[in-house]
């Protein structure tokens, strides 16, 4: 399988002749050749004529956390997967902590040692700088992705305007980070080991919404996903999964992810509790947004019919389909929530389901704000049908972006303000 070679000229020690001796190497044939310089001029190794160099790209950015990023950049592009680096020990100790930044488990790195005996060169025999939380690194790295300009347009957020003012609150959309890679451009929010858009392309992304969206420097507390009706109340012990979290504490920002699934948001103004949920087609007909609203009135006393929710950007009936046996059991909920149900893959409306359910449940029919809504601004277009606002799973297959809905209790001073 094609992959990329990287010589690493920062480490290698041209002093004693490793750089000399990679260079001849007949590794440099290879079809993908980047020499890693940084700011020194790859002149100061000697001229580089070993074989298949002439094609061989430079990156001669001032900082390694820029060159790296320009080599992810090239690698991506090449749609390659594996990196092959040719270095020193020190030079391994270093780059790994640029790499478990900036790259994902989709990329598999080899560090392959040249033959020279380091042992006699001091200065490639010394350690890498004793650094455990690579924390040099990772202020290199978010100095460096604070610096890129942002793409597809600024970042534009959805407002509710059915929840008080007493609550911050937003859904994202996709414009406005840095993530460059198509389907994931420009600012997804999750960062998966599926996935080529890295931990900190994606903090720095966050870090912008909340700059926008008025809640920096709080983080997100985002739920972990399962698919399924657990709800996590903040202060008891975090599960490991969960599709919803609920609190009365005011300045925490919770989230919820959604492409096609919906991002839910739960405010209640006169008991000041907030919930967030994730609801696919899934935790839909597990009662997830049910299992929301139940926390809030079992754990804070809510009362259902002071509840107002939000349902986020998520796809639309007009674009979801299922196999006919889970399609039924939509229609179970009611009719209208499966139009066709005699389809080869009936079409599902799983918003009108989370309605239905959360009527049922006593919110009442205005406090509710989804596409059925038309004498408010919409927060619930179709992600699949709007790609150049959202990102869907459904058109874009699995290496897809994400959206989130967010929310928090405003702090007294922020009601002043």
């Not at 796809?315 to 139009?339: K, N, S």
Request: glycine residues 8%; charged residues 20%.
């Amino acid at each position: 399988m094609s992959g990329a070679l990287l010589v690493d000229l920062i480490h290698l020690c041209p002093s004693c002749g490793s750089v000399e001796e990679t260079l001849r190497s007949e590794e440099l044939s290879a079809p993908h050749v980047f020499l890693l310089c940084g700011d020194q001029h790859p002149d100061r190794h000697g001229p580089l004529t070993g074989a298949g160099t002439g094609t061989a790209r430079v990156l001669d950015s001032s900082t390694l956390a820029e060159c790296l990023y320009r080599l992810k950049q090239a690698v991506d592009e090449l749609d390659l997967s594996l990196v092959r680096v040719l270095t020193s020990p020190r030079g391994r100790d270093a780059l790994r902590g640029y790499q478990e930044r900036l790259f994902t488990a989709v990329y598999s790195f080899t560090y392959a040692l040249t033959s020279h005996d380091y042992l006699t060169c001091p200065s490639c025999a010394s350690p890498a700088p004793s650094d455990p939380a690579h924390e040099g690194i990772q202020r290199e790295v978010s100095t460096f992705l604070q610096g890129l300009p942002a793409l597809r347009g600024e970042i534009r957020v959805l407002h509710s305007t059915l929840i008080p003012d007493c609550f911050g609150h937003g859904f994202s959309a996709r414009t406005g980070g840095v993530s460059y890679i198509p389907t994931l451009s420009s600012l997804n929010l999750f960062s998966s080991c599926r996935r080529r858009d890295p931990k900190a392309t994606v903090e720095e992304n966050k870090r912008r919404l909340a700059v926008c969206a008025g809640f920096y420097p709080r983080p997100l507390r985002l739920v972990k996903v399962a698919h399924a009706s657990r709800v996590w109340v903040l202060g008891k012990a975090e599960p490991e999964s969960y599709d919803a979290v609920v609190t009365n504490r005011p300045g925490v920002v919770l989230a919820a992810p959604g492409a096609d699934c919906m991002p839910i948001l739960f405010a209640d103004p006169v008991s000041k509790v907030i919930g967030a949920a994730h609801a696919g087609w899934k935790g839909t007909l597990m009662g997830v947004a049910m299992a929301t609203l139940g926390a809030m009135v079992r754990e804070f006393g809510c009362r259902a019919s002071e509840v107002a929710v939000a349902v986020g950007p998520s796809v639309g009936a007009c674009c979801f389909t299922l196999e006919r046996e889970q399609a039924l059991e939509f229609q179970q909920i009611h009719p209208d929530c499966c139009p066709d149900p005699h389809a080869d893959r009936p079409h599902v409306n799983i918003r009108l389901a989370t309605r239905i359910l959360l009527q049922r449940g006593g919110v009442l029919p205005e406090h509710i704000h989804d596409d059925l809504v038309t004498d408010r601004p919409s927060v619930t277009p179709c992600t699949s049908c709007h790609p150049e606002a959202f990102f869907s799973h459904v058109r874009d297959g699995p290496n897809f972006g994400t959206q989130v809905g967010f929310l928090w209790i405003r702090e007294t001073e922020e009601c002043v303000k």
